[in-house]
């Protein structure tokens, strides 16, 4: 072999070798939860947020305290017992453990608010968009919203509350009958506004599929307002829910909720003040993470903040 060979080897020349992309593998969701989880303020408000929810799951189910049977209204040594290291949060005037009728009225106040969430989010988003990209539907449909939008909310669910009756399910439609409008009328403007840009225009000549241009190129950037629209929706209803309750136009005499406690203890707000700001402390801290972590988690699936 000449010395030639030996220094020089020929190459396969690779015609594909230009198209090759060398960039990093990026992973959308990936992305997003890597942006969530690295604030470390972010990481304690959801640990909080999910010790609060799974609190009011596991419970009622250990202590099977339904929240109507007074089993020591009998006894009065164990009427008003202050916090202590056996009862955490005290007894009431029924001498119910304070800590489990806390629990059990959380539970069933995300409950509603967690439905009354899903029904506004699904019927506003699916409505939304297609009201966003059918010229013909948005005629009407804004005709609608226009009428719908100039009456109190807060209105309608009292005027509905008074004709239906108290109830879990009563609250529940009362408070979604309207208010999944305005979230279909703001996913509609994003769509609206989304839809008409350059690229989804230039997808649209090349013959892309309006599911293709729908998935890839408009749900991501409807992420962020949807887990938007959800951080506020669900305290904002927590928040409502414990607002009924106070005037007793709530959830029914057999539904215990975090708002009929702080409604029925409001007469023990000086005399014995646990009683009252316990559950009050306890629904602010609800309504406070869920909302932080739902914002915190909507600016991590913000596209624009990935580039």
Known sequence: MSESENKFVFVKNDDNASEHIAAPKYSYWSAVFKKFLSSKSTVIVLIIALTVIALSIIDPMISNYDGITHVNINDTSMQFIHPSLKYFFGTNDYGDNLWNVVWIGARNSLAIAGITTLITIVLGVVVGAIWGYSKKMDKWMIEIYNIIANVPFTLVVFVLMYVLGRGFWQLIFAMSVTSWLS???FIRTQVMIIRDREYNLASQCLGTSTWTIVKNNIMPFLVSIIVTSISRDMPSYISLEVFLAWLGIGVGETTPSLGKTISANRTFMTSTPYLFWIPVAIS??????????????ADAADPRTHM
């Open 183 to 185: 979230t279909a009328y």
């Open 284 to 297: 602010a801290v609800i309504t406070i993470s869920l909302y932080v972590a739902g914002q915190t988690f």
